[in-house]
């Protein structure tokens, strides 16, 4: 294949299980791609062909470190993008001659969107001030000049969803989409273990409200417990006429059918907030424990715990007639998402100004090194 004229690289290392990581960013890259020839750069072959049947993208894969460092040495790649903290992403970091780029696949909340991983890049797209603010009030050492706030290109082509369910349901819909279990102990803000089977058992027995039910991709992957507790949730539902199970696609299509949305501690939660509607958020917060800044985003929503958990579905009621937290969540947003204008792609074209901009940085740094 040809790909002497291609300057920037997407490495993804990680297994199909990770999909969702590069599915949201397919859209953006694409538009990226209008402008400036991409290419993937891929370890697994489930991801290679997923690729393949996806996108029209031109598409590397490298078996081993050498066959990788070979790909780069003969090839003329200005830019690298990673949109995760695989601890592959070292076997790519091996080329002295690019600029690495972190651009992440979402702004949650969590203490893991402040590694100290983030150094091994020379820099990092963060959507807003949020993001921004918590590099700098919690990493020991750094270089604030390393983050760039681009907004969340992804907003910029949120789809429509085909479910149509306010035209067959005369109901108010509610999303329940609790996040998966992390890679650790300390890293678990999902719900499903505690609050789960609870949620959705209220919401199923109620006349008022019909469910939809979205959890992360990857529930359950580390925790037998959580997984069966998902697979049971997935079967109550099937077996019920008060809701709906979806396992794919991109879960920001879902909100125009939606009237109020139950998130845990996740950058789905982040992405609502540009949807304007009510949400509530379980109380996992107890979780973060190694980080200076507070999680604002439990401002821009009512908390569940086992305090109110049993009042749940008068919380819903009250939050569709008041959504008392409009006002702050308005705020919260654009700490959060920005002042982009995402119906104007504007978020996208900052994005796609930055990439050239760094392929240009780094023509003048291996100058220098010349």
Same mark, same amino acid.
């Given at each position: 294949?040809?790909?002497?004229?291609?300057?920037?690289?997407?490495?993804?290392?990680?297994?199909?299980?990770?999909?969702?990581?590069?599915?949201?960013?397919?859209?953006?890259?694409?538009?990226?791609?209008?402008?400036?020839?991409?290419?993937?750069?891929?370890?697994?072959?489930?991801?290679?062909?997923?690729?393949?049947?996806?996108?029209?993208?031109?598409?590397?894969?490298?078996?081993?470190?050498?066959?990788?460092?070979?790909?780069?040495?003969?090839?003329?790649?200005?830019?690298?993008?990673?949109?995760?903290?695989?601890?592959?992403?070292?076997?790519?970091?091996?080329?002295?001659?690019?600029?690495?780029?972190?651009?992440?696949?979402?702004?949650?909340?969590?203490?893991?969107?402040?590694?100290?991983?983030?150094?091994?890049?020379?820099?990092?797209?963060?959507?807003?001030?949020?993001?921004?603010?918590?590099?700098?009030?919690?990493?020991?050492?750094?270089?604030?000049?390393?983050?760039?706030?681009?907004?969340?290109?992804?907003?910029?082509?949120?789809?429509?969803?085909?479910?149509?369910?306010?035209?067959?349901?005369?109901?108010?819909?509610?999303?329940?989409?609790?996040?998966?279990?992390?890679? %650790? *102990?300390?890293? $678990?803000?999902?719900?499903?273990?505690?609050? +789960?089977?609870?949620?959705?058992? &209220?919401?199923? /027995? =109620?006349?008022?409200?019909?469910?939809?039910?979205?959890?992360?991709?990857?529930?359950?992957?580390?925790?037998?417990?959580?997984?069966?507790?998902?697979?049971?949730?997935?079967?109550?539902?099937?077996?019920?006429?008060?809701?709906?199970?979806?396992?794919?696609?991109?879960?920001?299509?879902?909100?125009?059918?939606?009237?109020?949305?139950?998130?845990?501690?996740?950058?789905?939660?982040?992405?609502?907030?540009?949807?304007?509607?009510?949400?509530?958020?379980?109380?996992?917060?107890?979780?973060?424990?190694?980080?200076?800044?507070?999680?604002?985003?439990?401002?821009?929503?009512?908390?569940?715990?086992?305090?109110?958990?049993?009042?749940?579905?008068?919380?819903?009621?009250?939050?569709?007639?008041?959504?008392?937290? %409009? *006002?702050?969540? $308005?705020?919260?947003?654009?700490?959060?998402? +920005?002042?982009?204008?995402?119906? &104007?792609?504007? /978020? =996208?074209?900052?994005?796609?100004?930055?990439?050239?901009?760094?392929?240009?940085?780094?023509?003048?740094?291996?100058?220098?090194?010349?």
């Amino acid at each position: 294949m040809d790909i002497t004229d291609i300057e920037v690289a997407i490495f993804f290392a990680d297994e199909l299980e990770k999909k969702y990581q590069i599915e949201q960013w397919l859209e953006v890259l694409n538009f990226l791609n209008s402008q400036k020839k991409i290419l993937f750069v891929v370890k697994d072959r489930k991801i290679l062909h997923w690729l393949q049947d996806k996108s029209n993208f031109t598409i590397v894969y490298y078996q081993n470190l050498e066959s990788l460092t070979t790909f780069y040495s003969e090839n003329n790649i200005k830019v690298v993008l990673y949109v995760n903290n695989g601890l592959r992403n070292f076997h790519s970091l091996i080329n002295s001659r690019a600029l690495h780029i972190h651009i992440n696949h979402g702004e949650s909340d969590k203490t893991s969107t402040i590694s100290n991983q983030v150094k091994s890049y020379d820099y990092s797209f963060v959507v807003g001030n949020a993001a921004y603010d918590k590099y700098e009030q919690n990493l020991l050492k750094k270089d604030m000049h390393q983050f760039i706030r681009i907004g969340r290109p992804q907003l910029d082509f949120v789809g429509k969803s085909n479910l149509n369910i306010n035209a067959v349901v005369s109901k108010k819909v509610i999303l329940y989409a609790p996040t998966w279990e992390g890679n %650790y *102990s300390s890293m $678990n803000f999902s719900s499903l273990a505690q609050y +789960g089977l609870n949620i959705v058992l &209220k919401l199923l /027995s =109620s006349s008022e409200y019909y469910l939809v039910y979205k959890p992360h991709p990857t529930m359950g992957i580390r925790d037998v417990y959580i997984k069966e507790i998902n697979n049971k949730i997935i079967k109550l539902i099937a077996n019920s006429t008060q809701g709906k199970v979806i396992l794919e696609g991109d879960i920001n299509a879902i909100y125009n059918s939606i009237d109020l949305a139950i998130f845990d501690n996740s950058a789905v939660a982040i992405d609502y907030l540009c949807i304007g509607k009510p949400m509530l958020m379980t109380d996992m917060f107890s979780h973060i424990k190694d980080r200076v800044s507070e999680p604002i985003i439990s401002r821009a929503s009512r908390l569940l715990s086992d305090r109110n958990l049993d009042k749940l579905l008068l919380i819903i009621d009250e939050e569709l007639k008041n959504d008392t937290l %409009y *006002s702050e969540r $308005n705020r919260i947003k654009e700490y959060f998402l +920005g002042n982009y204008d995402y119906s &104007k792609k504007e /978020s =996208s074209r900052l994005f796609v100004s930055k990439v050239k901009e760094a392929c240009i940085e780094r023509d003048m740094l291996l100058d220098r090194l010349k």
